[in-house]
């Protein structure tokens, strides 16, 4: 029962597409992952657009028109949606400026003489006594 | 009988938890050792206590008492004994009992074994212990009581949900639950401290310890779940960002945080307030991740359902919040660190640039928790945040930190020059580039595997590469072997090559989730009996499906012949039940695995024609993931090693 070129990249893409598609009656699943009916019936749906040549998006918003945007696996990035990928990117970027900008503040406040630590042979041995240091 | 034993111990250990929260207080307040001594002694006896109303719900499970809601709603003739012990914590109340359980035995052991606190602070961590405790009784006794009878005599149980009847279901609920409620140890020690005006690095060692424990067992639990899922939920995958696993993995990232800074603090004495606002995250998200799942509005999997229970919880939660927090701002000015960082290129700043990129994976697991509400909220619209959307945000964040995993250890203590750290970046980076080429010319073309693949390298090369000059260092100071020579430089520092054995670990854990979400290969397909079907250099030949009748299910069991590249390499046997009772089916995958991929069948359908829906799948690199588990374990227990060695009786 071998497949086609045509049907193998039309079944991965349809993979790719269910995965990003919700079952509209499973608890927070993704048609790929269940076997009702419904899912069934739009994973069919899915391949048939796919052979008829709709693209991702197209099928994606086929599917958002008829169902809501709660049947998409991740909102799409428009309207109010966008706050849900805009705030974390925001958050962390701002956590990290933040965080250095407080060390570069402490550093400034208790300059401190770089010296070149040279090549140092001893460095693993004197670590077994920073070691001690360490377990004390 | 033994539920009536299971209820009445409950009521007597609510008394004794009364008095040994008051004992402590007072014996603390008008410094009475003897009240505080018998303080202690309370607690011990309630680990008997509960342990003996523990037996009591596990009696009546084995005896088949179905007078007992609890029992009935869990089990059923049918189900084999060897359940009973996870029947016993499947459900609400009965989980809650376990919870208590580990609870008091891990407040009496970090009472019995606390090291160098002090006998002003102690008291205080129990008192701050037995107020968790109790809280936990209230609500176990009068609105989740797993001893709850019905009045009319029933002769047979619903059974065992058919999900949790796995291997992986005797160590992942325990596990994880230990986990989050061992937050609160090193929480009540850091809170203890602080509410005696000890601001300093007193509770540190204990801290670290406890948080170590709780990160272990999350850790634990964590693989664990998503191995269950992996083998069990039927479609191959091993992590799907439900809204409870968020729960338990938010207080784990934490906690990661929190064993890499309180590094800093046992070593320099430095994040002093940092770290008490870090085990303050862990506890309130632990808390969170306890309550999630018992009266919580997300759908999911794991809910237990909604009831009055949610509301208790969230009062709680909301207590183990503002409660720390408000000690947190109390103590305020004291908390200030005995030094100061002094460069960008220091370990110290790296570890802070860790727990910042921490709490960022935690903050984006949190905001696509709850953003699905916030939406419907504000403006009444309904969207679902699933695995796309945490592959695209955490995903480049979890990449990042595992370069700085890399990069981290090489960068000495205090203050460095780009001088040194070139050159202890020399070896690693050479081998990435090498290793990066190598990928390409193999036919790797996705950015995503190539950086992860070559990071993995990079990280790999600089733990080895120290690994081997300790070695060769103290190999030719004493003159042993080799590997004596290794194990020695390990024992020397176990906090340290404890911790790279974990990061090993974490090396593992990435192999298998890039090469499986980048490299799977999956086919449903339905195949009649003496049907072959070739996927990729596997081929399957269907031969038939043995159905087995038992009292509770049906169970299907599909034989496939299994060749690679033409030879024969074994019969896979997935598997199919239904459970009427439960109107519920569940799979079993059979999976052949490798180190280099796994060849994994499940059986979705199976129809009156003998025909069986298959999903066929190809999930390269699996097998690391679960290898990590034991890597994992081994890594915690050596970090562990001396504090437990040298933790004098208080």
Known sequence: MAQGPETESVETEAQLIDQMLMCPVCPAESI???????????????????????????????????YGSDILAAPPKRGTMIFAWIVPVIVVIAMLCIGIGVILKMIKRHPVELSDNKNDPQKYIRMDDQNKIDES | MFADIGLVTLWISLVIAVYSLCAAVLGRLYKVTELITSSYRGIYILVV????????????????????????????????????????????????????????????????????????????????????????????????????????PMIDGQGINPLLTHFGMFFHPPALMAGLICCAIPMAFALAHLISGKCEDEWVDQGRIWGLIAWGLLAVGLLLGSWWAYTILGWGGFWFWDPVENAAFMPWIALTAFIHSIIVQKRRSMFRMWNIVIINIAFSLSLYGMFVNRGGPVPSVHSFGASDLGWVFLGFLAVGIMLPFAVFIWRFKLLTSARSLESMLSREAAFLINNLLLLGIAFVTLWGTVYPLISDLLWDERITIARPYYDQVNGPIMLFLVVIMGIGPLIPWRNSNWKSVARALKLPLAATVISFVLLIIGGIREIIPLIAFSTIVFVLIGILREWFKGTKVISSKSGSMFIVSWIRLILANRTRYGGYIVHISVLMVVLGVVGSSFYDYQRDVILMPGDTYDIKSYSVKYIKTEEKLYSDRVEFTSVLETYKDNKYIGELRPQRSFYPDFNMASTRASIRSTPVEDFYAVPSENSEDGSVAFRFMINPLMWWMWMAGPFVIIGAVISLWPSISRNKVS
Not at chain 2, 58 to 78: I, K, P
């Open chain 1, 32 to 66: 790929d992952q269940v076997q009702v009916e419904i899912a069934k019936q739009m994973k069919t749906k899915v391949r048939q657009m796919l052979l008829d040549g709709y693209s991702k998006k197209e099928i994606l918003n086929y599917f958002e028109e008829r």
């Open chain 2, 49 to 152: 206590l509960i342990f003996v109303s523990t037996l009591g719900l596990v009696g009546a499970f084995v005896s088949n008492d179905f007078q007992v809601l609890y029992v009935a709603a869990h089990s059923n003739l049918a189900m084999p004994d060897i359940y009973t012990w996870v029947a016993f914590y499947s459900g609400n109340e009965g989980s809650l009992l376990y919870i208590t359980m580990i609870l008091i035995v891990f407040s009496a052991l970090s009472i019995r074994f606390s090291g160098k606190v002090t006998s002003d602070v102690l008291p205080i961590v129990a008192a701050i212990l037995m107020a968790v405790l109790i809280f936990f009784l209230l609500v176990i006794i009068f609105m989740a009581n797993p001893f709850e009878k019905s009045l009319i």
